[in-house]
C-alpha cells in the first residue's frame, strides 16, 4: 500500500470554547495538487497550523509521508508559505533568501537564486533592496521564490495567489504545474474557485470545521448537478 503524502485521521482543535476542527479525515496521495477551500474561518489556516505543529491537536492524528507530524524529520520534508507572509523588513531580499536556505544547509546558489525570480516575475534588484521598500505583490513573490528554491517533496502554500497581479498569477502556476510534473504533492488553499479548477487533482471543501466533500472538481460539480464549482461550492456548503 502506497503511504499518502499527507494524512489527517479524526483532527480536532479548538481555541477557548469554540472547536474550530471536529473530526477532519483527509488523505493526500503522493504527487498530487489538492486544493482545500472554504469561507472565511472554516478552519483552513488552523489545520496547516496543526500540521506544521504550530498548536497542539485536541484530537486526533496527523502524519506526513507516513510520519507523525510532531517529528522534525517529518516537517523537513515540506515548504510552507503562509497566508500573511511578512519577513524581517530589515532584511534585503538576497539576505532573506540565504537566511532561509542556509537555515536547511543548503547554499546560495546566485543563477538559481535569478532564475526562480524571473520565472515569478520579480526584478533581480528586487534582491538588494530591503524588505520593508516591497510591495504586497513583490512580498509575496519573495516568499514564493524561497519556499521553491528549498526544492521540496510537499509544498504547502496558504493563498498563495495573494496579493499577486495577472502576470505573477500566471508565472506562478505555470511554476506549480513543473513543480506537479516533477513529481512534488502540491496542498493549496485558495478563495479562488478557478485556480482550483485550473491546477488541483482533487480538492476538499472544509465548512463549520468538517469535510463537506472530497473528489476532483468535475465530481464536485457532478454531485451537485451544476455547471460551476462556484454552483457546487454553494450548494455544498448550504
Known amino acids: 500500500m502506497t503511504v499518502p503524502a499527507l494524512r489527517f485521521q479524526q483532527v480536532v482543535k479548538r481555541y477557548g470554547a ?64 503562509p497566508e500573511r507572509f511578512t519577513p524581517p523588513y530589515y532584511l534585503t531580499g538576497a539576505d532573506f533568501i540565504r537566511y532561509l536556505l542556509s537555515l536547511q544547509g543548503m547554499r546560495y546558489d546566485p543563477q538559481a537564486v535569478s532564475a526562480t525570480l524571473a520565472a515569478l516575475d520579480l526584478d533581480a534588484h528586487a534582491l538588494k533592496q530591503k524588505v520593508r521598500n516591497y510591495s504586497k505583490g513583490m512580498t509575496q513573490k519573495l516568499g514564493l521564490a524561497a519556499s521553491l528554491l528549498a526544492q521540496k517533496p510537499l509544498y504547502v502554500l496558504d493563498e498563495p495567489m495573494s496579493g499577486l497581479d495577472p502576470k505573477a498569477r500566471a508565472c506562478l502556476k505555470e511554476q ?47 454531485q451537485y448537478g451544476v455547471a460551476t464549482l462556484e454552483q457546487a461550492f454553494l450548494a455544498c456548503i448550504a
Open 176 to 222: 506549480l504545474r513543473a513543480r506537479h510534473r516533477a513529481g512534488s504533492t502540491l496542498f493549496l488553499t485558495s478563495h479562488a474557485l478557478a485556480d482550483v479548477d485550473e491546477l488541483c487533482d482533487r480538492m476538499a471543501i472544509l465548512h463549520d470545521g468538517h469535510i463537506r466533500f472530497a473528489g476532483t472538481p468535475a465530481e464536485c460539480r457532478a
Open 18 to 81: 469554540a472547536t474550530v476542527l471536529r473530526g477532519v479525515d483527509l488523505e493526500l496521495r503522493v504527487g498530487e495538487s489538492f486544493g482545500l477551500v472554504g469561507v472565511n474561518g472554516a478552519g483552513k489556516t488552523s489545520l496547516i497550523k496543526c500540521l506544521l505543529d504550530f498548536c497542539a491537536l485536541d484530537g486526533g492524528s496527523i502524519d506526513i509521508f507516513g510520519q507523525p507530524h510532531h517529528r522534525p524529520s517529518a516537517r523537513a520534508t515540506l515548504g510552507f508559505l
